[in-house]
């Protein structure tokens, strides 16, 4: 069984900022397969799909950022998920809009969804899809990645959808080191 977390933070007034970019693209991939409507548990929006013949959750906390990890344990214990089956897709700072990279493990890099996620399964090794939401200096962190996406950025964020499917797709059919090879050079 795989667990897929998207991170964001739930509410209207978070809709389309940076941080809920995790939210986006698994919105994004949920609505382009068809798959069926989240449900409300244990703080977190969640949906379970069979997925070329494996049991797949799509988690999207609803606990804050701050709290991911506290949603994403409770759904490793319900599910009994094993830390190498999970994927968060989180926002990254130090990645400009549309790039991404995909990781097998590594430091939170900063992002409190991370490190509240590392904290509560005890470990840095799970696998990440990290989207570029750029790093704006002279702006305040915090408000900067609590912003609305730009025009601009809406449309990168849109151009770079299809590729975030294909490679959704692609992580269950292939192992995660072949994903990297396959997908990490290909930035833009």
Do not use: W
């Not at 200096?137 to 959808?161: H, R, W």
């Amino acid at each position: 069984m795989k667990l897929i977390v998207g991170l964001g933070n739930p509410g209207k007034e978070y809709e389309n900022t940076r941080h809920n970019i995790g939210f986006i693209i698994l919105d994004n991939y949920v609505t382009n397969k068809n798959l069926g409507t989240f449900k409300l548990k244990d703080n977190g929006l969640y949906l379970k799909e069979k997925i070329h013949n494996e049991d797949v959750v799509f988690l999207k906390p609803q606990s804050y950022m701050n709290l991911s990890g506290e949603v994403v344990r409770k759904y490793v214990d319900f599910y009994k998920i094993k830390v190498e089956d999970i994927l968060i897709i989180s926002d990254d700072l130090d990645l400009e809009i549309g790039n991404f990279k995909l990781k097998l493990t590594g430091s939170s890099g900063g992002h409190n969804g991370l490190k509240n996620i590392e904290q509560h399964l005890s470990t840095r090794d799970y696998k990440r899809f990290k989207i570029g939401i750029s790093n704006k200096k002279d702006i305040d962190t915090k408000d900067y990645v609590l912003g609305k996406l730009s025009k601009e950025e809406k449309e990168i964020i849109e151009a770079f959808k299809p590729k975030s499917v294909e490679i959704i797709d692609d992580y269950f059919e292939m192992e995660f080191s072949k994903l990297m090879n396959k997908y990490n050079q290909k930035n833009r």
